[in-house]
Antibody, heavy 122, light 110 residues
């Protein structure tokens, strides 16, 4: 059974940092790209970042480029999102999602985590 | 503002057919596959349609997808109360070199 379990969310002040993790199980982790998608309270889904199965290729939304870093540890089946320079507008539930191919250039995600809430506020 | 445009809401009565549209650009919908997601309040999105018009295993055939040019559509026939949810389209955008979602459409079953 595929499982994705996010952790690391919480309350942080503007300008602060936070590291999200997504523990994956039930599939060959390195064979699939992974992505982060966020949803602000009462708002729609917004794509944040994606990473190829090998970790060699990464993609970012313009709104987070230069502030967020996506990475993966295929030996530990873990996806991470390092978030620096956080802004109030980064407040959202962050979901990790499994792609159906090794390439990160896809919006087809067949499994999603339950999400972790990040609140940026002073 | 979302790169893919969806109408904010749509409604229908049980048994009716409704469609949800998704308008993009040549670099997104016009070039890449469109995927659709269904989301209930407080839960993670669920893949509903992939590759423009393919249904994952377990998705009822009441749900169907289509695409023409830079626009895609999700159709739901035989509307049921349990279909009341938010629906999102998504596609890769070659110009942005990133993924884009529609703003979402809230379906209300009257």
């Amino acid at each position: 059974e595929v499982q994705l379990l996010e952790s690391g969310g919480g309350l942080v002040q503007p300008g602060g940092s936070l590291r999200l993790s997504c523990a994956a199980s039930g599939f060959t982790f390195s064979s699939y790209a992974m992505s982060w998608v966020r949803q602000a309270p009462g708002e729609g889904l917004k794509w944040v970042s994606a990473i190829s199965g090998s970790g060699g290729t990464t993609y970012y939304a313009d709104s987070v480029k230069g502030r967020f870093t996506i990475s993966r540890d295929n030996s530990r089946n873990t996806l991470s999102l390092q978030m620096n320079g956080l802004k109030v507008e980064d407040t959202a539930v962050y979901y990790c999602a499994k792609a159906t191919a090794v390439s990160g250039r896809s919006t087809r995600s067949d499994y999603w985590g339950q999400g972790t809430l990040v609140t940026v506020s002073s | 503002q979302s790169v893919l445009t969806q109408s904010p809401s749509v409604s229908g009565t049980p048994g009716q057919r409704v469609t949800i549209s998704c308008s993009g650009s040549r670099s997104s919908v016009g070039t890449n596959n469109v995927n659709w997601y269904q989301q209930f309040p407080g839960t993670a999105p669920k893949l509903l349609i992939y590759g423009d018009n393919q249904r994952p295993s377990g998705v009822p055939d009441r749900f169907s997808g289509s695409k023409s040019g830079t626009s895609a559509s999700l159709a739901i026939t035989g509307l049921q109360s349990e279909d009341e949810a938010d629906y999102y389209c998504a596609a890769w955008d070659d110009s942005l070199n990133g993924a884009v979602f529609g703003g979402g459409t809230q379906l209300t079953v009257l």
